[in-house]
């Protein structure tokens, strides 16, 4: 895969069709981890109140690459490869603690939270026997340190050294999106973690398509969360590769004739919108907390990192790969320090639209694990990626029957990987 180029790859130059080789080829898959997730992109890696105090740590990972993000003693951020300098053992094992250094487990080399190896047990040996060899220099053997910034208590980290700032890669869109949802403190409701059975650009599609979302979640058009009926649309970054999805209340829901129209449009399409009840319809509550009427929008950072709304449900995804079939979620679930009681409950209870089991993130999960199956071995055929129209890339859309954030996100991957068709979208 590797040996083709861009010309040869891409059977549009719009990235109106997707080769399925791309989401099976292994040879490619590695190429991904080095060229975009050790590249220059900044990988999202959880929250900072993960990590409040000095020598609070937690593990994670970027690509394949197993991390250690701590804080420290001045309240730095610290970002290191968790690989021993030693015979290569994950030092930390642990998802979250606290220690003033790095131990590990195999040899017990210690390392300093900024990375520095400060320990070998038996370096000169015992009784004149054994140990390392004088010329050994421990300045040569510490933890790996990657770049790390934070904007409004998200941390990213990159491989790259020369990379453009965080503040300039998220660029004014997802700078205004993240300054709205993480306005003040936070705190953390929980965690969600789920393995799927598929490539990790499924779930980037998936999460970039409106197109299907009141299609293939039942539970969106039955309660009104989102329909295509309601304004929302997409938005674009300048690199095509960040996006942002979103949908509005209809002003006019609740006219009885308003309702049944929209009912009507799902059912010419063979959905149906009254298969499933609650008992409790509290879970669907709406407290609102921001200025503007926006009750569900989704962001998606280029490569890993997704930001959400969805009523007062709050979260960020991290997205982790796991090989060319398979990725894990990590889904953060949060609201702010000052929420009531009954605020902070209503969060909770929402929660349950997310994650392995949710109303309507286990469907998604159900489909790419499907996709993967039925292309497994398909070397020739395509995907159709032409919903909202070919051509240019569209930077904004004002409906939600479009694929063009897709399309964006291919034109971004195209060119990390050095696979631009000539004249391709940019």
Not at 178 to 186: A, D, K, L, T
Not at 287 to 311: E, G, I, S, T, V
Not at 372 to 385: D, I, L, P
Request: aromatic share 12%; net charge negative.
């Amino acid at each position: 895969m590797s040996t083709l180029t861009g010309d040869q790859i891409w059977p549009a130059k719009d990235y109106a069709r997707i080769p399925y080789k791309l989401f099976t080829d292994e040879e490619l898959y590695q190429l991904e981890l080095q060229k975009i997730f050790q590249g220059p992109t900044w990988n999202f890696v959880g929250l900072e109140v993960e990590i409040p105090e000095w020598g609070d740590f937690k593990t994670t990972f970027v690509g394949e690459t197993p991390i250690i993000v701590s804080r420290g003693k001045t309240g730095e951020l610290i970002a290191l490869v968790n690989r021993c300098g030693h015979r290569g053992a994950m030092v930390r094992r642990e998802t979250h603690g606290n220690e003033r250094t790095h131990t590990c487990i195999y040899h017990r080399w210690c390392y300093s939270l900024e990375g520095d190896l400060i320990g070998i047990p038996f370096k000169r040996g015992v009784n004149g026997k054994g140990g390392l060899d004088p010329t050994f220099n421990e300045k040569e053997h510490g933890l790996q340190r990657l770049r790390i910034e934070s904007f409004k208590g998200m941390m990213f980290v990159t491989f790259d050294h020369e990379m453009e700032s965080l503040h300039d890669y998220l660029g004014p869109l997802n700078r205004e999106q993240i300054s709205r949802i993480m306005c003040r403190p936070i705190k953390i409701l929980g965690f969600q973690k789920q393995v799927i059975n598929g490539n990790w650009k499924l779930y980037q599609e998936n999460l970039r398509d409106t197109y299907h979302a009141s299609l293939l979640h039942s539970f969106f058009v039955t309660f009104g969360l989102d329909r295509v009926t309601n304004p929302g649309g997409t938005r674009l970054d300048a690199s095509k590769g960040h996006s942002f999805v979103f949908n509005r209340p209809d002003p006019a829901a609740a006219d009885s004739l308003v309702n049944e129209a929209s009912s009507q449009v799902y059912a010419s399409e063979g959905v149906k919108a009254e298969r499933v009840s609650l008992e409790d319809t509290w879970f669907l509550s709406f407290h609102k907390q921001y200025d503007d009427d926006m009750r569900l929008y989704l962001a998606c950072l280029f490569p890993n990192a997704h930001y959400q709304q969805m009523n007062n449900c709050l979260n960020t995804r991290q997205m982790i790969p796991k090989g060319p079939g398979s990725f894990e979620v990590v889904w953060t679930i949060f609201g702010y320090e000052d929420d009531t009681e009954e605020l902070a409950e209503l969060r909770k209870f929402q929660a349950n639209f997310i994650g392995p089991a949710g109303f309507v993130s286990m469907e998604d999960a159900e489909v790419i694990e499907n996709m993967q199956t039925a292309f497994r071995n398909e070397r020739e055929a395509c995907s159709v990626v032409e919903m909202g129209g070919r051509g240019p890339i569209l930077m904004e859309s004002d409906n939600k029957v479009n694929e063009i954030p897709i399309r964006g996100f291919w034109s971004k991957y195209a060119r990390l990987m050095d696979l631009e068709p000539t004249g391709g979208e940019r």
